[in-house]
């Protein structure tokens, strides 16, 4: 018979002040603010808007202070927030040409124009723990160098040039970009919708998956065209003004990963493109978007498909890490009833199993019991 | 006439870019020191929302949606019927606020050189030195390539 129960209120209540204390910490130790988060963990922030799809430096600093330093918490907690705005409309297009740049390395010309700009890299530091950070050491203002402005285009435009390159990927000219927070994905998807869903992936997932490609599994040989980073302006078309409203500006990081193909019967031989994009400083992130935005182009490209970070359906279902965490954590909470039920069914099924395998056994025991 | 009213378009235009580049506080600041007027109707807001952040597969191909990004506006009326708006980053209502009436005031042609001098042009060039510093330290990173000579000739 199946009794409905309920209770846990007082032990929720509690748990969730308790957790508030944890989260406090040792009150001896001052709180931390969230300016200090948004200036000193700011990789960590830009994480949590680019899976948790809101740029908004002092939301994802709240989120994370709030989770604990849980970043999948964090971004749980800013994807919930996001639904709670009205939405005002569609930016125009960014354009990453335009770029206030702060880094910009290319792997494949050395010689390009405007330069390799290294910016604030971990690149070439020696991953050497730094006790003088543990003591709270002085910090000396960076060098500066005077040099007039100078342009600094795409590579992609540089090697299109030659003609060994495809273009930027286009769309039907009626194509009107699709949305993932509007509808329900659906499979086979147009690239812009991918691309969607992939700059809001798991950095861990895409991460492991491109490393994948690399690996083998559906070798793509891959270059970094190009990555840079720094702030683009934003600006919104509306009703009530004769020219696009600027908005302000955001700090993206675009990765431009040129590939090399031998042709198909679709294409000839050339090279390919895998395009990332994703807010903040996420370097890693956009590699990993890249690579798998060129692996999961497979069938565009007339490859075979024959492995995971091809399978569109596959990467971009699981690339999402607060559908991936709701599902998982589910199992956690109370399945009593589910329980009783399947452990009522494995009791009949063995009692059966045992029926089978040894009658006389089982009729030995019945006659004990009689 | 066209080619004025497109040059003032532009203008305001670059004035609501300063104004929502810039920080609250900045704007506050110079707001009391110039002493504007802050009366002024609000039509609506200040109310925050989204803006879906749009970026073009490959950097220059066709759009897609990349995330969105918090925005604050508000529309407000000055008594004297101008009506100025503002659209910006971030969730800072008061500077929404302000920004509009600037928008508007900027509109009154008795007020468009105060706005320009006393506001805009302090928060513009505050911007231009922070953007200036940070090139500056960018181009301090960059690679300077040299050739190694091999052997003497």
């Excluded at chain 1, 200036?39 to 600093?61: F, N, T």
């Excluded at chain 1, 202070?65 to 939405?87: C, H, S």
């Excluded at chain 1, 960014?94 to 880094?103: F, K, S, W, Y």
Aim: proline share 5%.
């Amino acid at each position: 018979m199946y009794v409905a129960v309920k209770g846990g209120e007082a032990a929720i209540r509690n748990a969730h002040s308790l957790l508030a204390d944890r989260r406090r910490g040792d009150r001896s130790v001052p709180a931390l603010r969230l300016d200090q988060i948004v200036e000193q963990l700011a990789l960590g922030v830009d994480r949590v808007m680019s899976e948790g799809s809101l740029y908004d430096r002092e939301l994802a600093a709240l989120a994370i202070v709030q989770a604990r330093g849980d970043m999948i918490e964090a971004i749980f907690l800013v994807r919930a927030y996001r639904t709670t705005l009205p939405r005002f409309g569609y930016s125009k297009p960014i354009d990453t040409g335009a770029m206030l740049v702060e880094r910009r390395v290319s792997a494949t010309y050395k010689d390009l124009p405007g330069g390799q700009l290294l910016g604030p890299t971990f690149d070439y530091t020696h991953r050497l723990l730094d006790p003088g950070l543990a003591a709270g050491a002085d910090v000396a203002e960076p060098l500066r160098r005077e040099t007039e402005k100078l342009a600094m285009p795409r590579v992609s435009a540089i090697l299109a040039r030659e003609g060994l390159i495809e273009a930027d990927g286009q769309m039907p000219q009626d194509h009107v970009p699709g949305d993932i927070t509007r509808e329900p994905l659906e499979f086979p998807m147009a690239r812009d919708i991918r691309l969607q869903a992939l700059s809001r992936g798991d950095e861990g997932f895409l991460l492991a998956l491109g490393y994948s490609t690399q690996r083998g599994y559906a070798r793509n040989h891959p270059f970094v065209g190009e990555i840079r980073i720094g702030e683009v302006e934003l600006e919104l078309d509306v009703p009530e003004l004769p020219f696009a409203a600027p908005l302000g500006t955001v700090r993206v990081t675009e990765c431009q990963m040129v590939n090399q193909f031998k042709g198909s019967a679709k294409a000839p031989p050339q090279f390919t493109r895998g395009y990332g994009l994703v807010f903040g400083q996420s370097e890693r992130k956009a590699m990993a978007m890249a690579l798998c935005d060129r692996a999961l182009r497979a069938s565009e490209l007339g490859e075979d498909v024959v492995a995971a970070a091809q399978d569109e359906e596959f990467v971009i279902s699981h690339s999402d890490n607060v559908q991936a965490t709701g599902f998982v954590e589910h199992l956690k909470l109370p399945h009593y009833v589910d329980f009783q039920a399947e452990l009522d069914l494995v009791r009949r099924m063995r009692a059966e199993y045992e029926a089978r395998e040894n009658p006389t056994k089982v009729e030995e025991k019945r006659e004990a019991a009689e | 006439m066209r080619g004025q009213e497109a040059r003032d378009q532009a203008e305001r235009k670059a004035a609501m870019a300063t104004l929502a580049q810039s920080s609250g506080d900045d704007i506050v600041r110079l707001w009391n020191e110039a002493g504007l007027p802050s009366q002024a109707e609000l039509l609506r807001g200040p109310e925050t929302g989204l803006v879906t952040l749009r970026g073009r597969i490959g950097g220059g191909g066709a759009p897609f949606n990349v995330g969105e990004a918090t925005v604050t506006r508000a529309t407000v009326r000055l008594p004297s019927g101008q009506v100025g708006h503002c659209y910006a980053l971030g969730r800072d209502k008061q500077k929404a606020r302000l920004a509009a009436i600037a928008d508007a005031l900027w509109q009154d042609p008795a007020r468009r050189a105060e706005v320009e001098t006393r506001l805009i042009a302090p928060l513009r060039s505050a911007l231009a030195t922070t953007q200036e510093k940070r090139r500056a330290e960018t181009a301090a990173t960059k690679v300077d390539f040299f050739t190694m000579v091999r052997g003497e000739d």
